[in-house]
């Protein structure tokens, strides 16, 4: 008798050969798909944030504007 895992298996890598991938990439797919969801995948080559790493990428733009900000106004009170 077949196991579910074993038929799930069969079907993985006929899915795989017909896309003509590696199961192995496709199983890695699917594991990240059902672990990450919607942050697995992002497209474009950039990773999805988490909202945390979103908001540190925001403050460390919104640091930079401020310093180049500081820097502007010491170079006008030296004038």
Known sequence: MLTPQF???IGITEVARSLGINDN???????E???KKE????GKGQQAL????QR???LEAENR???MEQEILKNTQRA
């Open 25 to 31: 990439n496709l199983r890695r797919w699917i594991r």
């Open 33 to 35: 798909q059902d672990e």
């Open 65 to 67: 504007q401020l310093k």
């Open 39 to 42: 942050m697995s995948f992002p």
């Open 50 to 53: 988490t909202p945390d790493q």
């Open 56 to 58: 540190i990428k925001e």
């Open 7 to 9: 038929k799930n298996d």
